[in-house]
Nanobody, 126 residues
């Protein structure tokens, strides 16, 4: 089974930057794609960014406005989320996810992914 462990969350001042990491482990780990989602209190989990593991295709939610960057390190089985110019509305629990294969549902859907990390809290102060 695949295990995902997020790290790098914490408290940051508005305008500051954070980089989240998600380390994957498990036998036969070969995801089709990995993504980052976030969930604010009282809201649904929503897409932040996603990346194709085999290539370099990426997707970003429009609300990210180019402030976030997703990247990967295949050798380390790790995906990163670089978050710049943080805003208070970015406060949420951030989750990484892995899709074992293409469900045909699109990278924006939570149902596209098979494995999820436990999440890491990110708080942005004004």
């Amino acid at each position: 089974q695949v295990q995902l462990v997020e790290s790098g969350g914490g408290l940051v001042q508005a305008g500051g930057s954070l980089r989240l990491s998600c380390a994957a482990s498990g036998r036969t780990f070969s995801p089709y794609a990995m993504g980052w989602f976030r969930q604010a209190p009282g809201k649904e989990r929503d897409i932040v960014a996603a990346i194709n593991w085999s290539g370099y295709s990426t997707y970003y939610a429009d609300s990210m406005k180019g402030r976030f960057t997703i990247s990967r390190d295949n050798a380390k089985n790790t995906v990163y989320l670089q978050m710049n110019s943080r805003k208070p509305e970015d406060t949420a629990v951030y989750y990484c996810a892995a899709a074992a294969y293409d469900r045909g549902l699109g990278w924006r859907s939570v149902n596209h992914y098979h494995h999820w990390g436990q999440g890491t809290q990110v708080t942005v102060s004004s």
